[in-house]
């Protein structure tokens, strides 16, 4: 999970380890993100479009998509069309608009994971 405000990634985290996902690490950074991703291989990244780092979320992903084929649930207080059309090429699985719920994040995920299965990507 790549998500800069610390109380939020903590919930998320929580959220999802409390449905039964294993949660590899938490990281801050674009740059992390695309290290950790290429080190650890998980299953889809949840990513944050905004991030204090150098970089944003739709770079590391569409870098972590090149490089490991894996794909990125987007999570953004920025879902405007621009932001959208920018983040296509990263073929996200799912856009969750902050602010969001337990609810909206399970959804997105468990949508996520039947997609990668349809699609032969199996987790």
């Known amino acids: 999970m790549v998500e800069d405000e610390i109380v939020l990634a903590l919930q998320i985290e929580e959220c999802l380890a409390d449905a039964g996902y294993e949660v590899i690490d938490v990281v801050h950074s674009a740059e992390d993100a695309i290290a950790e991703a290429v080190a650890d291989r998980p299953d889809l990244v949840f990513m944050d479009v905004r991030l204090v780092s150098d970089g944003d979320g739709i770079d590391a992903a569409r870098e972590i998509l090149e490089r490991t084929g894996i ?27 902050k602010p969001f719920g337990e609810a909206a994040i399970l959804k997105a995920v468990d949508s996520a994971f039947q997609d990668l299965v349809r699609s032969g990507q199996t987790p």
């Open 71 to 97: 794909r990125s649930i987007f999570a953004t207080a920025h879902a405007d069309e621009e932001t959208r059309a920018r983040g296509a090429v990263a073929r996200p699985l799912a856009w969750l608009e």
